[in-house]
């Protein structure tokens, strides 16, 4: 989080920061966002985006006749300069424009890095505005039956297959003490190494839930037991996944 | 959670069970609900619901010609018999029935009971098909501006002063020690007392954010530090509340 002083005169016409949701699975912007999002990304003319080619392609995307070549779009993905981005940022804010946040898919500042642009218009006293749209994170808890009334997500797991398992076994105690569903993901390549440790080092009565390619044709949500996993023969698809624990 | 052995006789038709988000404000349906929610529950002729009364003025708001009065409603609110409820709805997967889960508002199976429903599901085999929707928890923690890569939600605190107290400082050890976010909510009558308490008991650079009639007309999000707060002149409004705390 950058630092700032917090009493900054207001500017006169108050910016607004639209939190702008897109797919997770291809071809599904008509099944997946509400009429909002419809009505008001074709409003916007600035964008902060994780990548200006998914972006372009999500608003053309939304046939809404959105002109996208007079569109300005300032990439905040991980080789941006995060100064340059502040300084156009703050210029925006400063008119009082209405700004789109978009990540690569799904909500952004939620499983991504995003949150810091978030903060930074609540600290410039600009309007803030989720927009409803898909999260695999509800989808995969939903969909899991693990216990929704309490639960947390931890993202990507360490690589290092010791520190992995090691968090592993910390998740369930975790999830035991709080009576707490754990969440994360793992990069596509990774989920059958992931699965392997967890069914190796996990309580064969630990609850453990799969959600693969939420929202595609062949999503696959599925929720047993470790010793009940260990009696089929499967392997996670090499597709992005949520992983459920509860113990 | 109900226990049972877990090799069930494969049905002759596969169940399916839609779990359906509600909207979370007023008339709000065609905003924040994806043309796949309208496409998809005018087909569902049976229902588990937290509510029969909600559920029919959902169904209606949604303007889909549904026939209500011909549609099977088992209530799974408190004061149901879960015996009651299991018997009639494993009739239902047996026959191979399209079956909706819906909650009172939101997404069903999170920040309610209703993921045991799903557990059953998932044992008996059916298919589970969680549809996209508002939920209150994703649009606060966008909109908050903190950490969305690492985050809990626990569900209401403690009614008793001390042991809320307790728990507001347990939750800041919690968010300093994973850099995590903590999520809950409150009943809205007592929203006041526990913003109290925050201003009270957590350290001044503890971040709090609060969203509040999320996707309402009159929704207010805002996020400062526990000494920013201090400065203002603000209570919360008795309407439902998201909060949101980082240390």
Redesign the interface.
């Known amino acids: 989080m950058f630092e700032l002083s917090?009493d900054l005169a207001p500017f006169a016409v108050k910016a607004r920061l639209f939190?702008i949701p897109t797919p997770i699975a291809s071809d599904t912007v008509?099944?997946?966002?509400?009429?909002?999002v419809l009505e008001v990304v074709p409003t916007i003319r600035f964008f902060l985006v994780e990548n200006i080619r998914t972006a372009r392609r999500f608003l053309a995307s939304l046939k809404q006749n959105i002109p996208i070549d007079d569109l300005t779009f300032v990439e905040i993905g991980k080789h941006s300069d995060p100064t340059v981005v502040l300084t156009q940022y703050k210029s925006w804010v400063e008119a009082g424009t209405t700004i789109g946040l978009m990540s690569e898919a799904g909500?952004?500042?939620?499983?991504?890095?995003?949150?810091?642009?978030?903060?930074?218009?609540?600290q410039w006293g600009a309007e803030?505005?989720?927009l409803?749209?898909?999260?695999s994170?509800?989808?995969?808890?939903?969909?899991?039956?693990?216990?929704?009334?309490?639960?947390?997500?931890?993202?990507y797991l360490p690589i290092d297959t010791q520190a992995r398992v090691q968090k592993l076994k910390w998740l369930e105690k975790q999830s035991a003490a709080l009576h707490?569903t754990q969440l994360f993901i793992e990069t596509p390549f990774r989920n059958q190494t992931l699965w392997k440790d967890l069914l190796q080092h996990c309580h064969k009565n630990t609850w453990l839930s799969i959600a693969a390619n939420?929202?595609a044709p062949d999503?696959l949500?599925?929720?047993?037991?470790i010793g009940?996993w260990h009696?089929k023969n499967f392997a996670p698809p090499k597709v992005p996944c949520v992983f459920l624990l509860m113990s």
Not at 107 to 118: H, S
Request: charge should be neutral; proline fraction near 8%; aromatic fraction near 10%.
């Open positions: 917090f939190l008509l099944q997946t966002l509400p009429a909002s909500c952004p500042a939620i499983a991504d890095p995003g949150n810091v642009w978030v903060q930074w218009a609540h803030v505005l989720p409803v749209g898909p999260s994170l509800m989808l995969a808890l939903m969909g899991s039956g693990l216990h929704g009334q309490c639960f947390a997500f931890h993202g707490q939420l929202t999503q949500i599925s929720t047993y037991r009940q009696q």
